[in-house]
C-alpha cells in the first residue's frame, strides 16, 4: 500500500509519522514544494515541486510515481489548498483515490461566504455567529457595522489566507480594521 502525501508541514508530519508508526512497511512518498528533513527520514520518495498549487504539475508527477511502481495507492492532500484547487477530482479521475473532500464539498472549509451561506439555507443559524457578508468596500457601511457589533469584532477574508484569514478589532483600532477590510 502506498501513500502519497501532499506538503511538507506539520500537518503533513503527523500523518506520515502516524502512519509510519501504523505499518512499517507503507510505501510513504511526500510531495512538497520544500524538504522537511523529518518526513524525508521515514518515506521511500520525496519529490520537491516548485509549482505546487498547479493541478497539472501534480498529476503529471502522480502518474510518474504510479507508473513506476503500479501498487494501490492513495493520496493525502495535507492543505486545504490542494482541496481549493480540486486535485481530489483530478486524482479520481486518474483513478487514484483521496482521503479528503472534492472541490465542491471543501467549499465548507475553503469559503467562509459558502459556509455562512450553506448554514443559513438549511436552516442551522444556531451554529454560527452574527455576521455580515460584505462584496465591496464601503467605509460609512463598515463603520455602521462596527458600531452595530458595539465595536467588538472580527474580519474575515473569504478563501484560505494560511491562518491568518481572522483579525481581531474594538473600538482602539477602528482605522486598522478599514486597512484591513
Do not use: W
Given at each position: 500500500m502506498r501513500f502519497i502525501i501532499l506538503g511538507s508541514g506539520g500537518r503533513e508530519n503527523s500523518i506520515i509519522?502516524?502512519?509510519?508508526s501504523e505499518n512499517k512497511n507503507y510505501n510513504?512518498?511526500?510531495?512538497?514544494?520544500?524538504i522537511n528533513?523529518?518526513?524525508?527520514?521515514?518515506?521511500?520518495?520525496?519529490?520537491?515541486?516548485n509549482q505546487i498549487y498547479a493541478p497539472e504539475k501534480i498529476l503529471n508527477l502522480l502518474q510518474k510515481i504510479y507508473q513506476k511502481n503500479q501498487m494501490e495507492t492513495i493520496l493525502i492532500p495535507g492543505s486545504e489548498a490542494f482541496l481549493e484547487i480540486?486535485?481530489?477530482?483530478?486524482?479520481?479521475?486518474?483513478?487514484i483515490p483521496s482521503i479528503g473532500p472534492s472541490k465542491t464539498l471543501a467549499c465548507i472549509e475553503t469559503s467562509k461566504t459558502f459556509c455562512r451561506n450553506y448554514l443559513r439555507y438549511n436552516h442551522l443559524?444556531?451554529?454560527?455567529?452574527?455576521?455580515e457578508i460584505l462584496y465591496d468596500f464601503n467605509e460609512n457601511r463598515l463603520l455602521q457595522i462596527f458600531e452595530e457589533y458595539n465595536f467588538n469584532f472580527v474580519v474575515k477574508a473569504d478563501g484560505l489566507c494560511g491562518g491568518k484569514g481572522v483579525r481581531v478589532f474594538d473600538k482602539n483600532s477602528i482605522k486598522e480594521a478599514l486597512q484591513h477590510c
Amino acid at each position: 500500500m502506498r501513500f502519497i502525501i501532499l506538503g511538507s508541514g506539520g500537518r503533513e508530519n503527523s500523518i506520515i509519522q502516524k502512519l509510519h508508526s501504523e505499518n512499517k512497511n507503507y510505501n510513504l512518498v511526500c510531495i512538497s514544494n520544500i524538504i522537511n528533513p523529518d518526513i524525508k527520514k521515514i518515506t521511500s520518495e520525496y519529490h520537491i515541486l516548485n509549482q505546487i498549487y498547479a493541478p497539472e504539475k501534480i498529476l503529471n508527477l502522480l502518474q510518474k510515481i504510479y507508473q513506476k511502481n503500479q501498487m494501490e495507492t492513495i493520496l493525502i492532500p495535507g492543505s486545504e489548498a490542494f482541496l481549493e484547487i480540486g486535485i481530489v477530482d483530478l486524482a479520481l479521475k486518474y483513478g487514484i483515490p483521496s482521503i479528503g473532500p472534492s472541490k465542491t464539498l471543501a467549499c465548507i472549509e475553503t469559503s467562509k461566504t459558502f459556509c455562512r451561506n450553506y448554514l443559513r439555507y438549511n436552516h442551522l443559524n444556531e451554529f454560527q455567529p452574527s455576521y455580515e457578508i460584505l462584496y465591496d468596500f464601503n467605509e460609512n457601511r463598515l463603520l455602521q457595522i462596527f458600531e452595530e457589533y458595539n465595536f467588538n469584532f472580527v474580519v474575515k477574508a473569504d478563501g484560505l489566507c494560511g491562518g491568518k484569514g481572522v483579525r481581531v478589532f474594538d473600538k482602539n483600532s477602528i482605522k486598522e480594521a478599514l486597512q484591513h477590510c
